[in-house]
């Protein structure tokens, strides 16, 4: 059983703001990747950031320069979003989303989790 939970989610107003957490706990071996979406009223999920347990970082084009996605240092199954400049077309709700890797009948498998989102929304 795999947990995943965001915390950070509010509203703030534009310009402004805030940090998102996320961490994933339960059985596995290890985990993948780790990353956030984000999906707003009437659109699909689409991605917003996501860091490799390598290291290696992808942005959306329309949150770079703006949002950064980082792995605690004393627990590497957290990760964080920065987001700055926070613009109202943010306002969303965002999901993490842990690949992990998972023995299944003693053999390794990805399977990937999803938390339960939380709100983020940006006044004009």
């Known amino acids: 059983q795999v947990q995943v939970v965001e915390t950070g989610g509010g509203l703030v107003q534009a310009g402004g703001s805030l940090r998102l957490s996320c961490a994933a706990s339960g059985s596995f071996l290890s985990i993948d990747v780790m990353g956030w979406y984000r999906q707003a009223p009437g659109k699909q999920r689409e991605l917003v950031a996501t860091?490799?347990?390598?290291?290696?970082?992808?942005y959306a084009d329309s949150v770079k320069g703006r949002f950064t996605i980082s792995r605690d240092n004393a627990n590497k199954n957290t990760v964080y979003l920065q987001m700055n400049s926070l613009k109202p077309e943010d306002t969303a709700v965002y999901y993490c989303?842990?690949?992990?890797?998972?023995?299944?009948?003693?053999?390794?498998?990805?399977?990937?989790?999803w938390g339960q989102g939380t709100q983020v929304t940006v006044s004009s």
């Open positions: 989303n842990a690949l992990v890797v998972q023995l299944r009948n003693l053999f390794p498998r990805s399977d990937d989790y």
């Open positions: 860091l490799t347990t390598g290291g290696s970082s992808n």
